[in-house]
Nanobody
Framework: QAQLVESGGGLVQAGGSLRLSCAASGRTFSNYAMGWFRQAPGKEREFVATVSWNGGSTVYADSVKGRFTIARDNAKNTVYLQMNSLKSEDTAVYYC??????????????????WGQGTQVTVSS
């Protein structure tokens, strides 16, 4: 059982930065990988990044590699997504995801045990 609550979304100009946070409760947070996915209107939910249980491994989508950084603080039961050099195509609802194992993974939603409710990120051009 887990509950995930995202924060940090909002409106930002192209080229700007935002940091999303996801606070977890109700589960042994440090045992599991965590991730971020995003979904724009009319599109499938898209993989963004994941991080392993101890932060030792990360996986990124090509579209965000070099611009976004995923990190976690197990003492705070929190995972972060630092988003830099934002583009209009980054506009989406961003969802925090708790993995079913401790390993970082690429793309598959089958590895997601729990989802947050999402936070809107809008990048203006």
């Amino acid at each position: 059982q887990a509950q995930l609550v995202e924060s940090g979304g909002g409106l930002v100009q192209a080229g700007g930065s935002l940091r999303l946070s996801c606070a977890a409760s109700g589960r042994t947070f440090s045992n599991y990988a965590m991730g971020w996915f995003r979904q724009a209107p009319g599109k499938e939910r898209e993989f963004v990044a994941t991080v392993s249980w101890n932060g030792g491994s990360t996986v990124y989508a090509d579209s965000v590699k070099g611009r976004f950084t995923i990190a976690r603080d197990n003492a705070k039961n929190t995972v972060y997504l630092q988003m830099n050099s934002l583009k209009s195509e980054d506009t989406a609802v961003y969802y925090c995801a708790a993995g079913s194992t401790g390993s970082a993974w690429y793309s598959s939603t089958r590895r997601v045990a729990y989802w947050g409710q999402g936070t809107q990120v809008t990048v203006s051009s």
